[in-house]
């Protein structure tokens, strides 16, 4: 068994939610960001300005165990 001194991934997966309640609040900010074609990236300041609540919600309601199409990208690799 070797050492891995360093590594770093993407990690990429889609996931499928259904017949869940959500705040109105949080529909709107989901609908705006999916008509303006915006990523909702929680480390963005001006999108967590603008998505802070449907952010929150698909933090809270999006768990990877109910991911599917799921792919590693290493994007840095030492041994």
């Known amino acids: 068994m070797s050492i891995i001194k360093k590594i770093s991934v993407t ?3 889609s996931v499928g939610l259904g017949e869940i ?3 109105q609040n ?5 609908m705006k960001a999916y008509d303006n074609d915006d990523k909702l990236d929680a480390i963005d300041t001006k ?3 603008n ?3 449907a952010i929150d919600w698909l ?3 999006i ?3 109910d991911c599917y199409d799921h792919s ?3 994007t840095d690799l030492e041994v």
């Open 11 to 13: 990690v990429t997966y």
């Open 21 to 23: 309640k959500a705040p």
């Open 26 to 30: 949080v529909i709107d900010e989901l």
């Open 47 to 49: 999108t967590i300005q």
């Open 51 to 53: 998505y802070s609540n």
């Open 59 to 61: 933090s809270d309601n």
């Open 63 to 65: 768990k990877e165990r």
């Open 72 to 74: 590693v990208e290493i």
